[in-house]
């Protein structure tokens, strides 16, 4: 089929409330390493990773290899059977994880995680009430969408009791009008706030990204979660840390996000990156909150654990310990970051670069004194970075923010290749906006 036919096709049966980027939707065909391909032949440099999920690469061979091998024996069971890969992979998350988040839930994807999660705190202490943060991402189901502090995200008007929104850590929009790092992190005091003001004083739990994925690569100060767990502990509740987007080395250095601030949290949500595009999450804890679950009721999943996606996990964790551990990602990332900081040097339109590694934000505003936010002038790079063959993606509560985030087998060549398109595209929209 061509471009025309599939959009035609996706147009009559897919619902319209798919999320297409471009004014042209591109159809993609194939893909190997750090490119993609469209129906008609035409190649992209894809720093997008589909969501940070095609995490080594498009036709990773370790990958590859792991699920054929894997669809020639078995291709699923449910959870009411174990099977040797599923128990495999389970050994080998818990040989990176933190602590002794050593004990595992799998599942079919990040909102399947969350859910899960929450679920464990409530039955874990005895409590109901959850803290999320403001510009935060939970996933679709209704409790995600109520976890989501994005009202675009919220399909229905979506309200589940017992679910409160904290600040978030947003240093170069602070909704406090304070500077870091004068501010005492103050965004972090207020989930103390919102606890004693708008729940019954204990809580099941806090949960939140280390950079806010869809929220626009928020970052937050490296204070932040200290304050945040002692006050999370306090209360009765649980640290739910959601590493869906930052996990397996993705911000550099180490293989969760949430390492650098020193805290282990009680629970770690992974998914996306985790089977390099197959769908599959993973739930972590200590082997004491999983067993509070026994006798609380029973549970299993369909497609949990599916042995093709557990095998797939399994290849890319060979790909990275081979080919893209923390510490590669995070001389990659600070690659990419300085180049993105001389173009933020040679464009006005870029107000704020901020993220880490190979997990990168650029957010663009119309006026850097204002900071008024320039979404239609990021709808219009996208277009020309399209031409260019670049993708990239974007987000934020403004539409105003670039995301940017390849593959972790990326290069400094890739790299420099995916900066040159950017300087071009930039300057393009620049001289159209005067």
């Known amino acids: 089929m061509n471009i025309a036919q599939i959009l035609e096709k996706q147009r009559k049966h897919l619902w ?11 159809p993609l065909e194939r893909g190997d390493g750090l490119y993609v391909w469209d129906v008609e032949g035409n190649k992209y440099l894809d720093f997008f990773a589909g969501i940070l999920t095609t995490s080594v690469g498009h036709n990773n061979p370790h990958v590859n290899k792991r699920v054929h ?4 024996k078995l291709l699923h069971t449910s959870t009411l059977y174990p099977n040797p890969v599923h128990v495999e992979l389970a050994e080998k998350l818990a040989e990176i994880t933190p ?14 995680a969350d859910e899960t999660a929450v679920q464990i705190a409530k039955i874990a202490t005895g409590h109901s009430e959850v803290i999320a943060l403001r510009h935060g991402y939970s996933g679709k189901s209704p409790m995600g969408m109520a976890l989501t502090g994005q009202s675009a995200w919220r399909i229905g008007g979506t309200q589940i009791a017992g679910i409160k929104h904290a600040l978030n850590p947003y240093c170069y929009r602070c909704p406090l009008k304070m500077t870091y790092p004068s501010c005492g992190v103050a965004c972090a005091e207020d989930v103390e706030d919102v606890i004693r003001t708008t729940t019954s004083g204990k809580i099941a739990a806090f949960l939140a990204e280390p950079i806010q994925g869809v929220g626009g690569f928020v970052t937050a ?12 502990h306090r209360y009765g509740g649980l640290l739910i840390i959601d590493e869906v987007q930052t996990g397996f080395g993705r911000t550099g250095e180490y293989w969760f996000a949430i390492e650098r601030s020193g805290v282990v949290p009680d629970v770690i949500t992974m998914a996306k990156g985790i089977a390099n595009g197959l769908p599959l999450s993973a739930v972590a804890t200590t ?4 067993a509070s679950t026994v006798g609380a009721g029973l549970t299993l999943s ?9 095998a797939a996990a399994l290849g890319t964790l060979e790909a990275m310990h081979a080919d893209a551990p923390p510490a590669r990602t995070a001389d990659v990332g600070d690659h ?9 040097e040679k464009y006005p339109l870029i107000g704020d670069v901020r993220g880490m590694g190979l997990m990168q934000g650029v957010e663009m505003v119309r006026d850097r004194q204002t900071k008024e936010p320039a979404a239609k002038e990021v709808a219009a790079l996208f277009e020309v970075t399209k031409k260019l063959g670049l993708l990239i993606g974007k987000g934020g509560l403004y539409s105003n923010t670039l995301r940017i985030a390849p593959p972790l087998t990326a290069t400094k060549e890739h790299v420099d290749e995916a900066l040159e398109k950017l300087d071009y595209a930039f300057a393009q929209v620049q001289e159209m906006v005067g």
Do not use: K, M, W
């Open 69 to 72: 091998e894997q669809v020639d």
């Open 221 to 232: 100060p490296p204070e932040y979660f200290t304050i945040v767990e002692e006050i999370t």
């Open 16 to 26: 319209p409330n798919h999320l297409l980027y471009y004014t042209e939707p591109l």
């Open 302 to 310: 369909t497609f949990g654990g599916n042995p093709v996606a557990c």
């Open 287 to 290: 082997p004491e909150i999983a």
């Open 99 to 112: 602590g002794n988040l050593d004990t595992f839930y799998f599942g079919a994807s990040g909102t399947d």
């Open 336 to 344: 990419l970051r300085a180049g993105l900081e001389r173009l933020q």
